[in-house]
């Protein structure tokens, strides 16, 4: 590749989704569905749930309940809304605000609510890119375009907990996966809170320069090759990137290699190996970077996975 421009004339294969930054970042992280909890509950009821390090994801499926996020307002929840939670701390779902000062009804004795949600695990910290991106808490209504995507789908995975046919488990975790996909996507769109890496993704001039890096992480990018495939001048480019990734673009470029670099050391692939795959000439250079970025050499790194017990199937 000698130039942005080179890199345009494939921009139609980036379009059609074969270099996507969010499914790169999700398949480092390893995400992991637990299986789909529903709660059906009749007013007045409380549920409290413990600080969680991962992502929560849940729905309405009939009534109404308010979501209780400890240092935020209370949020009413109604049949067909969905929430995302990243990196909750303690939290409650229930009849009752707790809250005076919360607006919305209050919720008759008697009233049921069945809600449905899922844990997503991540069997990486390399989750942090996306985690970092997430606000505390996320809401997508159901008479929002979103939300009538989203229903479609939460209708086959409440389908698939009452029915308990064959490979059931299977089709709850990919149902599962959908739609913490179609949640980013909404979040990444969402007018309220443009900023973020995610946003950044969808952004046709910093998303094409994201998606160039991801495409092929090795090449030794240039900051006017970037500024190029954004259709940017350079100073511009730099500072929009860093507004909406929240780092520069070339130190954006190194943290990525060095997530590569983590998930290959898992692997019995030589250090050589690994520090060409990743856009480095030399051993010597590509753990120089590490040790910057990780904290420690890749040595060290590979040797304390293999200290650990490993992860299950």
């Known amino acids: 590749m000698e130039s942005g421009e080179a890199y345009r004339s494939s921009s139609a294969e980036v379009l059609l989704g074969a270099h996507d930054p969010v499914r790169d970042v999700l398949a480092l992280a390893r995400p992991r569905a637990v299986a789909p909890v529903p709660l059906r509950a009749t007013a007045p009821w409380e549920a409290r749930f413990s600080p969680f390090p991962h992502i929560k994801l849940g729905v309405v499926v009939e009534g109404q309940c308010w979501l209780r996020v400890d240092g935020r307002a209370p949020l009413l929840l ?29 919720i008759p004795p008697g009233s049921v ?16 890119t996306l985690f970092s991106s997430l606000p505390p808490a996320m809401l997508v209504k159901a008479d929002d375009d979103a939300g009538r995507l989203l229903w479609n789908i939460a ?21 599962a996966q959908i739609l913490l996909v179609h949640m980013l ?5 969402s007018s309220h809170e443009p900023l973020g ?35 940017m001048s350079r100073s ?28 290959a050391l898992r692997t019995e ?19 120089t970077a590490f040790r910057r970025v990780v904290g420690m050499p890749p040595r060290e790194f590979r040797a304390s996975l293999r200290a650990r017990p490993r992860d299950r199937a």
């Open 78 to 106: 109604s049949t067909g809304d969905f929430y995302l939670l990243g990196d909750p701390p303690p939290y409650s779902l229930g009849s009752s605000t707790e809250d005076t000062s919360a607006k919305g009804p209050e």
């Open 113 to 128: 609510a069945y809600t449905c949600s899922v844990d997503f695990t991540f069997q990486d910290s390399d989750a942090s």
């Open 155 to 175: 209708t086959l995975l409440v389908h698939e907990i009452r029915t308990c046919e064959a490979g059931q488990s299977l089709v709850l975790e990919h149902l």
């Open 185 to 189: 996507r909404s979040h990444a769109g």
């Open 197 to 231: 890496w995610l946003a950044s993704v969808a952004d046709d001039g910093i998303g094409a320069a994201l998606r160039a890096v991801h495409a092929d992480p090795r090449h030794r990018w240039t900051l006017d090759e970037l500024s190029g495939i954004a259709t």
């Open 236 to 263: 511009a480019f730099a500072a929009h990137f860093r507004n909406r990734v929240g780092r520069p673009p070339l130190d954006y470029l190194i943290e990525w290699r060095m997530q590569l670099a983590r998930a």
């Open 269 to 287: 692939d030589s250090l050589t190996a690994i520090a060409e795959a990743v856009g480095y000439q030399s051993e010597s250079a590509f753990s």
